[in-house]
Nanobody, 123 residues
Framework: QVQLVESGGGLVQAGGSLRLSCAASGRTFSNSAMGWFRQAPGKGREFVAA???????RYADSVKGRFTISRDNAKNTLSLQMNSLKPEDTAIYYC?????????????????WGQGTQVTVSS
């Protein structure tokens, strides 16, 4: 059974930083793309960042220059370093794993999902 478990969410003031982690088990993702999505209250799930098997990166325009996605294949983990956080970054953040080595920016392109971790940025 494949499991993705996020951690690292919390409450932070605007301008602060958080680091999210995603631990995968039941399947190795070293040859697969992975990504982060988020969902704010009353809104749909939106793309945040993705990394391919070869570590090509893609970011949403809203987080470019502030967030950094990375992976550790030895540990089968995915991370998201979030700096200069804004109140509009408040959302539940989800880790996603693909069956494909290449990333996409739409949620239906990912077969595996974590349960999400709450990030709240106060102004």
């Amino acid at each position: 059974q494949v499991q993705l478990v996020e951690s690292g969410g919390g409450l932070v003031q605007a301008g602060g930083s958080l680091r999210l982690s995603c631990a995968a088990s039941g399947r190795t993702f070293s040859n697969s793309a992975m990504g982060w999505f988020r969902q704010a209250p009353g809104k749909g799930r939106e793309f945040v960042a993705a990394i391919s098997w070869s570590e090509s990166l893609r970011y949403a325009d809203s987080v470019k220059g502030r967030f950094t996605i990375s992976r550790d294949n030895a540990k089968n983990t995915l991370s998201l370093q979030m700096n200069s956080l804004k109140p509009e970054d408040t959302a539940i953040y989800y880790c996603a794993g693909s069956r494909s080595p290449y990333y996409v920016t739409y949620s239906t392109g990912y077969a595996y999902w974590g349960q999400g971790t709450q990030v709240t940025v106060s102004s």
